[in-house]
């Protein structure tokens, strides 16, 4: 199942992929949650709902190409981060590899879907791309063990952590977390791909195109903490909730790390294309 949240008159709805079309799923069936979060904190039940509503002959339907999409979870209780995820980017960042998960967090306000602009702030002149793959919590729960960790996720969408890499790494204390979540700074989408349709989420390719040149390419089998293994150190610390986003990672290739550097300037626009989930276009602007 795909899921996605579209602009509606009356709002953001839920909405599932069927063809060519989005069927908006609280307008073809009114007892369904009208958010994405909203359905997977119903369970299980819900989302055999909400596939069974996709295919009724007279669902609400929006065509995919007029549909305006926002981030497919736009109201996550948290946005958790790993850093250094992958063997390469950690390579190439000269940094150790980590012995447990890095962690930083996102605000909610960073986040914009498909086709929104990413919005330098006038405060920073080293703002930096980064792919990654993003984990959306399904079932919620505490003290999960690696086993059990993998049945609590509900799928799989694409993130861009766009980072301010002057606040992140000049600031004294180096602020991680504020060089990560200017308002902006986390679009996601297109669309919450559920794990039967994903298969194994450490084998899929994963790459970002700055004005059509590929800039990172690479793997999720790069990765050094899997899905699981995150989601279950996570689940140790605080309570996992339905919609909860993870972001798990860049690989190498960032603005940084080259010589010279690249940073993200006006008039850029960035494409982030990971197998099987589909592609995240944003365009870039100065604020």
């Not at 069936?29 to 989302?47: C, I, K, M, Q, T």
């Not at 180096?174 to 700074?185: A, H, I, L, P, Y």
């Amino acid at each position: 199942m795909r899921l996605a949240t579209i602009q509606t008159p009356s709002g953001p709805r839920a909405a599932v992929r069927h063809g060519d079309a989005y069927v908006d799923l609280h307008a073809t069936d009114a007892a369904l949650p009208a958010s994405v979060r909203g359905l997977l904190a119903a369970g299980a039940e819900a989302l055999k709902a909400a596939a069974a509503a996709a295919g009724r002959p007279a669902a609400v339907r929006v065509a995919v190409r007029g549909a305006k999409l926002l981030p497919p979870i736009p109201d996550p209780a948290k946005i958790i981060c790993v850093g250094l995820n992958y063997r390469d980017h950690a390579a190439e960042s000269g940094a150790p590899i980590p012995k447990e998960p890095v962690l930083f967090s996102k605000y909610a306000t960073a986040l914009v879907g498909p086709d929104e602009p990413i919005v330098l702030p006038p405060v920073s002149q080293e703002v930096d791309y980064e792919a990654e793959l993003v984990i959306v919590v399904g079932r919620g729960g505490r003290h999960l063990s690696k086993e059990a960790a993998a049945g609590h996720i509900a799928g799989y969408t694409i993130g861009h952590d766009v980072s301010a890499r002057d606040w992140q790494l000049k600031k004294d204390g180096r602020q991680w977390m504020v060089g990560k979540t200017f308002d902006t700074f986390a679009p996601l989408g297109p669309e919450l791909v559920t794990p039967d349709e994903v298969g194994d989420p450490h084998a899929l390719a994963i790459r970002l195109r700055l004005n059509g040149e590929t800039m990172q390419d690479s793997t999720t089998r790069q990765m050094i903490f899997p899905a699981p293994e995150v989601v279950a150190y996570l689940s140790q610390v605080f309570t996992l909730e339905p919609g909860d986003l993870i972001f798990t990672g860049t690989p190498p290739g960032v603005g940084f790390a080259r010589k010279p550097p690249v940073f993200l300037k006006a008039g850029d626009v960035v494409e982030i294309e990971i197998e099987k989930l589909g592609i995240l276009r944003n365009p870039v602007v100065q604020g």
